[in-house]
Structure formats: structure tokens, C-alpha cells
């Protein structure tokens, strides 16, 4: 922990030079042989190194699965988070959650191919990788991606494209912490600010070679912390900074459409196959496992939600239900590869219950006008499967941990990254956010906020009355 405090406060600094390690091989002259021998030699070697090490090979089905996967990555976002946020606005802003989430899904995985790849897997670092892929350089139709098979392959492109659709999610998750409220140019240049000092350093952190939470053992398998908590944070900061919506508390704002609500959360548990079960990088017999615990922790958690709903409000709302659901599958996202089934489950049913409570009685205590609720949902959710994979991961409790796994000590590592990507994706996004104010301002004027933004920053309604 010393090591990375003292790294902690130099990273921002030395801007994203990155860490870089190469190792050099070395050649040893072969002893002088007969020629008779030197003929065996020779006609054996080629054999000995291929068992050694099997040449790289890339199957046609982990490509073709991981296409896959990140169109519905893709799906999750536009339309999946997209419908989801803008069915909970009220109708005037509609249209400006729908392009903020568009715009910034396409701005990052732009911003990704020209240098964010490089500095989250370019090369090995402790906080951050380098510039060796900047503009990608040196990758072709031929470059290959590791997988987590010794000699299994996957184009580096299709690998690539997979990570971005991570990064446009996570930076488009943010806009509902401070939906109906903020520039739409602010809510560009704060993603592009913050997706290069929060997200990408935390990606490369904890999958990134030599990242130091990866290094220390931490478990996250598809961005429990590297997206959700780190998301909610920036989002929660954001809600702080920009204040609340007018007429928050006294006016009703009630979503305009739960049933296009309904409809992005639906799409939304689609799409999460490819986020989870996609993170396993191969059709394998393994990735059955973060399949079904993607779909029995979501289920799970949407009971969970509507019980409590029903136990303490009288009824169990449809609201509630997508709610369970979106909550679910974030609180299983950091564990789907490392707990069984019944773990998912139970993880599935705690994430049900404290998400409730995120989005209401610490909704209150922390007296953030949290617009769409991200740090509830993203944020207690994220937090509770980052921390419950150090205990479900056990094998004594159906996890895929080895035999030396120890409950404690991996509770301790969970915590840390945790901890860590919660003080970094804060200070980080409040610096982004006092820049954008200072360059061009964050909130609309009264008057806009008032009219709705879908006519004032886009000039088109949603429904035509």
C-alpha cells in the first residue's frame, strides 16, 4: 500500500508516460557437435520447441464469440442504457439523455482507438501502460490478442473493439448522476477529461500488465470496479458539484415513460452476456460459468427488490423490478467468474436489498440530487460484488478459488481496490469537473433548465403534442 500512495500522488503528474519494463533474451552459444549429431539435433529441435511452446493459433470460434459479444456490448448501450436513463427523465429531456449517451459512447471509443488502448494495455506499468500503440501503430489484420489459454489467439482488433465498448459505457453511465441539469458541450469535454485520467488508469490498474491491483491479486472479472464504482463516484461528484434540478423535492418528477424503462433494462440484461460472459475472451467449457451467474444473480436480485418494495412501501413496482434487475447484474459483473452458482445467487439477493436502500435512505443521508440514481444502483451495487467475490470465491463456497484461497486476506485485497478506485475516480472527476466550469460552464441557465433540454441544446421535441 506504501508502494502505490507514493506512486498515487507522482501518476497525474508524469501525465501518462506510463512504467515500462522490457526484458532482454539472451543467446548461448550451442556446443560443436559432429556433423552426424548436429543433423539429429536439428531434425529434433523443431519438434522439442513446439512442445514447449504450442504456436499461437487463432480460433475461428473465440473470434467469432467475441464479436459477438461486443455487438451486444453495443446493444447494452444504444439503445439498452439509452431507452433505460431516457424513459426516466421527464419527457422535455428525453431527446438530451438519448444524445448525451450516444455522443459520449462515440466520443470514447474514438478517443480509445487514437491513444486510450495504448495507455490501459500498451505495455506494462503500475498505474498506467504507454504510448507504443498511440494511433494503434504496429497493429495489423495479423496482430493477435493473449487469451487465457497458453497458445490461444484472438485478433488484437477484435480485442481491441471489445475493450472500447467498456470504456463508452462506463463514461455513459455517468450522465445520469447529472441528467436534466448540464451543458451538453460540458458533458463532452468532461468524458474525454475523465476517461483519460480516471478510467484508463484503473483499467490498466486492475487488467493491465504489471497493474498494481492486478499484481496484488485483486479479483474484478468484468469491471465491477474498473466501471461501476468507478462511474458512480464521478457521477456522485458530479451531482454535488452541479446542484440539484429546480424544483427538486417540491415539483414532480416522476419518469415519463417507465415502459421505455422497462424496454432499456430488458436489453440492457440481454447485453450483459457479452459484458460478462464476454470477459472470459474464449467459448470455452469455462465461460458457462459467468453465463448463468449473470442470469440467476439478476434474477435474484429483481426478487429481492420487490420484496423489500412490497415489505416497506406496500406494493412492488415495475420500477423497482428493472431497478433489481440493473442492480443485479452490476453487483455480479466482479464475481461471475470466480463464485458458483448458489454464490451469485446470494450475491444476487443482498445487491437487491442494499441497492433498495442506495436509492432511498442513503439517497437522503447523502443529499445529492443523484438524478437516475447511479451511485445507488452502480455504486452499492458495484461495491457489494467486489467485496463479496473475497468471500463466495472460497471453494468451501462453490468459488473457483485455488486451494490456498483465503477469505480474509482476499476480503483485505477487495477493499483496497475498492478504497482506491474510489479516491481516485473522485479527485479525479472533481478536478474535470472545476475545468469544464472554468472552460465553458456546467449547467444550463434557469430559463433552459425550465423549457427542458431536448429544445434549448437540440432544438427537437421527443413527442409532438
Known amino acids: 500500500m506504501k508502494k502505490f500512495l507514493a506512486t498515487l500522488f507522482l501518476g497525474l503528474g508524469l501525465s501518462l508516460g506510463g512504467l515500462n519494463a522490457y526484458a532482454q533474451a539472451t543467446e548461448e552459444a550451442a556446443p560443436a557437435a559432429t556433423t552426424e549429431v548436429a543433423v539429429e539435433v536439428a531434425a529434433e529441435a523443431p519438434a522439442a520447441a513446439e512442445e514447449a511452446a504450442p504456436a499461437p493459433t487463432v480460433d475461428k470460434g473465440d473470434t467469432a464469440w467475441m464479436m459477438v459479444c461486443t455487438i451486444l456490448v453495443i446493444l447494452m448501450v444504444v439503445p439498452g442504457l439509452a431507452l433505460f436513463y431516457g424513459g426516466l427523465v421527464r419527457s422535455k429531456n428525453m431527446l438530451s439523455v438519448l444524445m448525451q449517451v450516444l455522443m459520449v459512447f462515440s466520443l470514447i471509443t474514438v478517443l480509445w482507438a487514437v491513444y486510450g488502448y495504448s495507455l490501459a494495455f500498451g505495455g506494462e506499468g503500475l498505474i498506467i501502460a504507454g504510448l507504443d500503440k498511440l494511433f494503434l501503430m504496429g497493429v495489423t489484420p495479423e496482430s493477435l490478442a493473449d487469451t487465457f489459454t497458453d497458445g490461444v489467439k484472438i485478433p488484437e482488433f477484435v480485442f481491441i473493439a471489445f475493450q472500447a465498448t467498456f470504456a463508452g459505457i462506463t463514461c455513459a453511465l455517468i450522465v ?80 415519463h415513460s417507465l415502459t421505455l424503462t422497462m424496454v432499456g433494462a430488458s436489453l440492457l440484461w440481454v447485453g450483459w452476456f457479452g459484458f460478462n460472459a464476454g470477459s472470459n475472451l474464449e467459448a470455452n467449457t469455462f465461460v458457462g460459468l459467468p453465463f448463468i451467474n449473470t442470469l440467476l444473480a439478476t434474477a435474484a436480485a429483481v426478487l429481492a427488490w420487490s420484496v423489500g418494495e412490497a415489505l416497506f412501501k406496500g406494493k412492488a413496482s415495475m420500477l423497482g423490478g428493472a431497478s433489481g434487475a440493473v442492480a443485479g447484474l452490476v453487483a455480479i459483473t466482479p464475481a461471475c467468474g470466480s463464485v458458483g452458482p448458489m454464490g451469485a445467487i446470494i450475491i444476487g439477493l443482498i445487491a437487491g436489498f442494499l441497492c433498495l436502500w442506495g436509492v432511498t435512505g442513503l439517497k437522503k443521508m447523502l443529499g445529492a440530487d443523484d438524478s437516475l440514481d447511479v451511485f445507488g444502483v452502480h455504486g452499492i451495487g458495484g461495491i457489494v460484488g467486489a467485496l463479496l467475490v473475497g468471500v463466495f470465491g472460497a471453494p468451501g463456497l462453490g468459488g473457483t478459488g485455488g486451494e490456498d484461497f483465503s477469505i480474509g486476506s482476499q476480503l483485505v485485497i477487495q477493499a483496497e481496490g475498492v478504497l482506491i478506485t474510489m479516491v481516485w475516480s473522485s479527485v479525479v472527476a472533481f478536478i474535470c469537473y472545476k475545468i469544464v466550469d472554468v472552460v465553458i460552464g456546467l449547467r444550463v441557465s434557469e430559463e433552459a433548465e425550465r423549457e427542458g433540454l431536448d429544445i434549448t441544446s437540440h432544438g427537437e421535441a421527443a413527442y409532438n403534442r
Do not use: C
Open 176 to 255: 445520469g448522476s447529472f441528467a436534466e441539469r448540464i451543458k451538453f458541450s460540458a458533458v463532452l469535454l468532461f468524458s474525454a477529461l475523465w476517461f483519460t485520467f480516471s478510467y484508463l488508469p484503473v483499467a490498466h490498474m486492475v487488467w493491465g500488465a504489471g497493474g498494481y491491483l492486478l499484481d496484488k491479486g485483486a479479483l474484478d472479472f468484468a469491471g465491477g470496479t474498473v466501471v461501476h464504482i468507478n462511474a458512480a463516484m464521478a457521477g456522485l461528484v458530479g451531482a454535488y458539484l452541479l446542484g440539484k434540478r429546480i424544483g427538486y423535492g417540491r415539483e414532480s418528477m416522476a419518469p
